[in-house]
């Protein structure tokens, strides 16, 4: 992975059968685990958790979510980069080392895939966690247009 965020656009094929969402430019070369993760409301907001050294990818394969990213600086964090991800449309958000993100799921039953970089034990000397509010509460919400 590089050091800036991407996005890694996928797409779905429908044909009578249904429906394949597919992602087929994924590098998981550079990944050792992943997890599964679902909140149990839409109001809980888990953020903000970042690496120095640990590279993490994010995939929303049920629902949808927003997810914040901001590089991390010194013990503050810096410009957020917001994104809505969707199963609908199957985006895989790459997050390099040195950022901090979390998420809040926008619809019930919302599940979101992360890839790691890491072992379990390499990412517990690696742990850096910020207030979700840091930059804000208002980042976290829905933007009616």
Do not use: C
Not at 64 to 84: F, H, N, Q, T
Not at 91 to 109: H, M, S, V
């Amino acid at each position: 992975m590089g050091n800036l965020l991407e996005i890694l656009q996928g797409g779905v094929a429908t044909d009578d059968r249904g429906a394949l969402s597919y992602l087929n430019v994924v590098p998981l070369a550079n990944f050792v685990r992943m997890y599964l993760v679902e909140n149990f409301t839409t109001d809980t907001v888990r953020a903000f958790h970042g690496h120095k050294i640990e590279e993490k990818a994010a995939l929303v394969v049920a629902g949808s979510a927003i997810i914040v990213v901001a590089k991390m600086e010194l013990d503050i964090l810096g410009s957020p980069e917001r994104y809505v991800l969707s199963a609908r449309n199957p985006r895989l958000l790459r997050i390099p080392a040195g950022y901090a993100n979390g998420f809040r799921a926008l619809e019930p039953g919302t599940k979101i895939l992360f890839f790691s970089s890491t072992t379990i034990e390499q990412a517990k000397t690696d742990d850096y966690r910020y207030p979700y509010d840091q930059l804000g509460k208002e980042i976290w919400g829905v933007e009616n247009r």
